[in-house]
Structure formats: C-alpha cells, structure tokens
C-alpha cells in the first residue's frame, strides 16, 4: 500500500501544536538550560564499572596478571574523564535548581568538584569488590542449584542488582544526584529488582531469584540477609509536614538484623519495624511490627478446596 502524500502534510501542523505544549507544560522539558547528565555515558560507566569489578567475566577476556594492569589502568583513566563530566552535569544542575539560577549566572566550579567525587568514587572500589566477594560466596552457599561462583557471577539477576546497588550507594553517600538513581533504574528495568541507592545493606547479602524485589531508601540490613523473589520492604505511611508536603528526611523503612531469612512475597513495612537477627519471615506474611530475634512468623496454612469439575 502505497504512502498517501496528502496526510502527511498534516505533520508540520502537528510538530507545532506538539512545541507548543513545551510552553504550556514546562514541568516535563529541559529546553534551554545546561546539559543533563547523559543516560548513554552513565550507562556505559556502570558496565565500565562492572568490567574492574569482576575481569574477565564481562567484554573483555584473556586477562592475567600480565596484561590486568594496562587494561585496568586504561578503564580507570577514562572512567575518571566521564563521571568528572557527568557528575559536574548533576551537580551544577542541582545547584541551578535549588537556586533558580540559570547557565549563565556565576556558579562554583563544578568541574573542579566533579573530579574530587570521581576520583574519591573511584578510590572505594577496591572496598566494593571485596564485599562484593562475600555476596556472591552468600549466594553459593544459599543456593543448592548454584554450580559455582562463576555461574553466579555470569547469570544471578540477585548479584547484578546487588553490584550496581553497591555501586550507587557510593555516588549516594558522596551527594551526587541523579546519577545513582538513574543506575539504579537502569537495574530495575535489567533484573526486575528495585534497590534504592540510598538503603544500608550489609555483607554476604543473597537475592534468590529476585523479581519484584523491593528495598526503599531508608531501609537497614545487616550481615548475612537472604531474601526471596517478591519480597517488600517498604513504608507503612508517608508523615507530612504542615503545608501537606511529603517529609522526605524521616526513617519510613524497616530494619533487618543478621541472619534473617524473608521469603517469597513477604511484605516488611515500616521505619520502626526491626526484624530481630536469626528470625524467618514466611512466604506472604505482611508485618507491620517489630519481630524479636530468633522469631519464625508465618501465616496460617490456608485449607485447599477441591471440586469437581464441570
């Protein structure tokens, strides 16, 4: 079927009514200001970022302790190039927000400030690796159908999360916006599992399966923490201030000492709910208190109805 020339003349018109909503709906445009941290280059950092966290495994092969170092130090030199760039975008963006101010108002310098985070990021990786190390030991020793360390590094959706998480929550303590949660989404949308990258969350920590996995901003866990797929920890209610505005700085998620197991489609809400070290959470269980250490919460077994069919 041929293309009707007459329709398409229509497009201009369309063009214009579709501009002229960029000035009657300004809240979802950048248009005119300074660049944006750019969702390609931040990407590519993360799998830059993934690439010194586990060599070998990822694009590039044939790695040894004789050709590691260049590889590495070429990764490092280039990645200290673009999260300076990237971060100083963020930051200058932020800065611009907060004070109303536009790109050519006087602003500190956020280049010089960009590369302090970027090589202050950078120096932590070592520390994220060797954590990283006991989560993925955590989920070998969690998982009887795991066949090794490297099926869980190459497959396991639970350690991708846990690896970016790990890595955002770095570019969160340092305060740079934007750019931890747009890694953190970009592994939400890969693995299913959402991790704000401002929660806490201690060694040897295991995701089992992982879809639909959600751990809010303010949530603490602890050492050894096993969760499965489903699982919520997440706020009970969100308190306002007078004006009706949400109170962002307040403690809205729960608490997970040592060694708790949650499993499957478990809900844990609450910033004053502690689920006591050593305790088990049953599959589907929802609670909204505290649970004392060595605890096991379930649900009533439910009773199964059959009936013929018609």
Known sequence: MATDIRLKERLPELTDRIVDTYQEIETIN????????????VVEIAEDLKEIIYPGYRRRQNLHLGNVTYHIG??????????????????????RRKN????????????????EKAIEFLSTLPSIRRVLATDVQAAYDGDPAAGGLDEIIFCYPGLEAVTIYRLAHELHRLQIPLIPRMISEWAHGRTGIDIHPGATIGPSFFIDHGTGVVIGATCEISSHVKLYQGVTLGALSFA???????????????????????????????????????????????????????????????????????
């Open 30 to 41: 950048h248009l005119g200001h300074c660049p944006l941290p750019s969702v390609e280059v």
């Open 100 to 115: 109303d101010l536009t790109c050519d108002d006087v602003q500190p310098d956020f280049e010089a400030v960009g590369q």
């Open 240 to 310: 306002k201030d007078e004006q009706g505005n949400l109170v962002r700085s307040s403690k809205r998620h729960p608490t997970i000492e040592d060694h708790v197991v949650v499993y499957a489609n478990a809900t844990v809400l609450g910033g004053s709910t502690t689920i006591g070290r050593n305790s088990v959470i049953g599959a589907g269980a929802s609670v909204y208190e505290s649970v004392p250490p060595n605890t096991v919460v379930t649900l009533e077994k439910p009773t199964l109805r059959m009936r013929q069919a018609s």
């Open 74 to 95: 070429d990764l490092i030199d280039s990645l200290h190039d673009r999260l300076t760039q990237q971060v100083a975008r963020a930051l200058r963006h932020d800065y």
